[in-house]
């Protein structure tokens, strides 16, 4: 992406081997098609990036909620983030959640990922996202879920609050990278959703029997890995007796839970200050206490021995989803399809490049 030219006296060789990069555009075809049969690298580029991030080698603020009155329900999300390392990269995922898109046919979410060159500051991509976010939840989920649990007896019921397109990326995910059950539950408000999930795992010749249950708490006390991906605002799920039987909680949408529920569990999440805002569950229940002292850890702390996670106490991941893991995933669609010259570049989308002119 960068050129050569000789130095003036006033510029270091660095500084003149710097050029524009060229502008590529990534439509969500490819997307798809660079990632598909790419889950288990995707869980180990994950834990990679979390690893990075860990050690300090990575930007990410907060993200910023645009909220608008007249549609109390809908959000577009700024997460910017820049990952160090081997490959650096600066960018910025815009995501919008807008639920009431479910009623006309259309899907909830939609997304873009700018990646900036780290040298310039450049954008020199726009990939679509959606299928780049749903790939880092799901893998991100099924990174924990074979993290935690360890130490404890092998899941073999698994149940997704909420029917969407996540649960079918977490249920990929967990297939992909080994995971089988004797029983699948389902619950979702809306049962045609139930009733779609249902009909796609059946026809993806998915083992072990899928049940729709009709209420939260059958699908909770007959799981093992209970599942929420929902787009619940506010938490739904009150009481803690329903996790009596110690399962493994993939929070992904991080506001379903009571306080209540996360003050009796070990909780694990990826980022503690990241988790710790916009109202999720831990939020309210760091508000509840006044302390943070219900966290347990993070998970990359559980990766590099620093936390055991306890059997006998429900386990509670929430992740609150990191822009560098989209950086990551997004960086490695662009490198593939760079590397198989199939990139659809833009030709003289920046303009007016001589200072000049």
């Given at each position: ?121 450049y954008p020199f991509a726009c990939l679509e996202s959606s299928v780049i976010s749903a790939s880092r939840t799901a893998a991100s989920a099924a990174l924990a879920a074979d993290r935690l649990s360890r130490g404890r007896p092998r899941p073999t019921r698994v149940g997704f609050f909420g ?195």
């Amino acid at each position: 992406m960068t050129g050569t030219s000789s130095p003036s006296a006033s510029e270091t060789p660095a500084e003149a081997a710097l050029t524009v990069p060229p502008f590529a555009v990534v439509p969500g075809i490819q997307v798809e098609q660079v990632l598909r049969g790419r889950e288990k690298h995707l869980v180990e580029l994950v834990e990679a990036t979390y690893r990075l991030h860990s050690a300090g080698h990575s930007v990410n603020p907060p993200s910023q909620f645009l909220r608008f009155p007249d549609r109390p329900s809908s959000r577009i999300i700024a997460l910017p983030a820049s990952l160090g390392g081997a490959a650096p990269v600066d960018g910025l995922k815009w995501i919008s959640s807008f639920p009431e898109n479910v009623r006309v046919g259309i899907p909830r979410a939609s997304a873009v990922l700018i990646l900036n060159d780290h040298a310039t500051g450049y954008p020199f991509a726009c990939l679509e996202s959606s299928v780049i976010s749903a790939s880092r939840t799901a893998a991100s989920a099924a990174l924990a879920a074979d993290r935690l649990s360890r130490g404890r007896p092998r899941p073999t019921r698994v149940g997704f609050f909420g029917a969407g397109l996540i649960a079918r990326y977490i249920h990929t995910f967990l297939a992909a990278t080994g995971w089988s059950f004797d029983e699948i539950g389902i619950h979702d408000l809306s049962p045609e959703s139930a009733a779609g999930f249902r009909c796609y795992l059946e026809q993806s010749d998915t083992p072990g029997q899928i049940t729709v249950h009709n209420t939260a708490e059958e699908l909770i006390r007959y799981s093992d890995v209970v599942v929420f991906a929902t787009v619940a605002g506010t938490p739904h799920v009150h009481d803690p007796s329903w996790f009596s039987h110690n399962p493994l909680v993939l929070h992904v949408s991080l506001r379903d839970l009571a306080p209540e529920i996360l003050l009796g569990s070990t909780n694990i999440v990826d980022d503690v200050e990241h988790c710790l805002k916009a109202d999720t569950s831990p939020h309210l229940a760091e508000q509840l206490t006044g302390n943070r002292e219900f966290l347990h850890g993070t998970l990359t702390e559980v990766m590099t021995g620093q936390v055991v996670v306890p059997a006998d106490r429900p386990v509670i991941f929430s992740p609150f989803g990191l822009g560098v893991l989209d950086l990551a995933v997004g960086k490695f669609v662009y490198d593939e399809l760079e590397r198989s010259g199939e990139l659809h570049f833009i030709e003289d989308f920046f303009h007016g490049l001589r200072r000049y002119g």
